[in-house]
């Protein structure tokens, strides 16, 4: 009885994840005027006008494009930096032990609600001649995926034993060669399970891209999504299928990585 509890109570949740999702790729197969007029589940006539209208009559490609080269920078960057910082934590010491704090500090970066700091963001961007670029926003995002980088994998790094480093600087191997040699293969796991949660995350930032940018050129698929909605009308065939369209990336990536997410998250939970 628990078993079929605990099995009804999962396909519940799956079917509740997922209703939205499926309503959102069928709502892209059907007419303004079905969307608007008719409550049914299941479009009536389907139509792939709302795909081409996103391509033909507005900057859709233009801004799949700014999302993928900003949110794949921008975690490249952050894990970079963030790995060597968590590998600094976890294998030296820092005064009055700071080392087991710090990391737990750098988090508070991201506990901070994103509008409090736009505005010194934006400030800050427009000083340096950032905005509407790419770079202003990988920059920006970078910083923020960073903290959480050196926050998860410090635990990583702690889990492998030093004796492997140690074994290969007896060899002849420096500090940075073991560190590349031996400890990111070891952690390769946990800096995949990382690096899908910061592609989540900045795949579908809002708010900083929306204050960040105000051309096609730079806009990301969330911001370019949103001017979908004007005064007067609201195109919901052109969002759901930029919303279906924009999903497809993160799916193929998780797919992709799935066997390594779950390395990943699993990664020493068992002494």
Known sequence: MRRWLGSGA?????????????????TSFKSNAEITQELHLWPSTWTTSNYSRLFSDSYFSQYFRNSLVVCSLSVMLSLVLGSLAAYSLARFKLLLGLEKRLGFAILTVRILPPVVIVVPLFLVALKFHLLNSWLGLILVYSAFNVSFVVWMMESFFREIPIDLEEASMVD????????????????????????????????????????????????????GTSTLIT???IDWGAMSAAGTLAAVPIIVFALIVQRHLVRGLTLGAVK
Do not use: K
């Open 172 to 223: 002849g191997s420096s500090r940075m060669t073991a560190f590349r040699r031996i400890v990111l293969p070891l952690a390769a796991p946990g800096l995949v399970a990382t690096a899908i949660f910061a592609v989540i995350v900045t795949y579908n930032e809002f708010l900083v891209a929306l204050v960040l940018t105000s051309s096609p050129g730079s806009e990301t698929v969330p911001v």
């Open 10 to 26: 999962l396909v519940g949740t799956v079917l509740i994840v997922l209703i939205p999702v499926a309503y959102m790729v069928l």
């Open 231 to 233: 005064r007067i009308d």
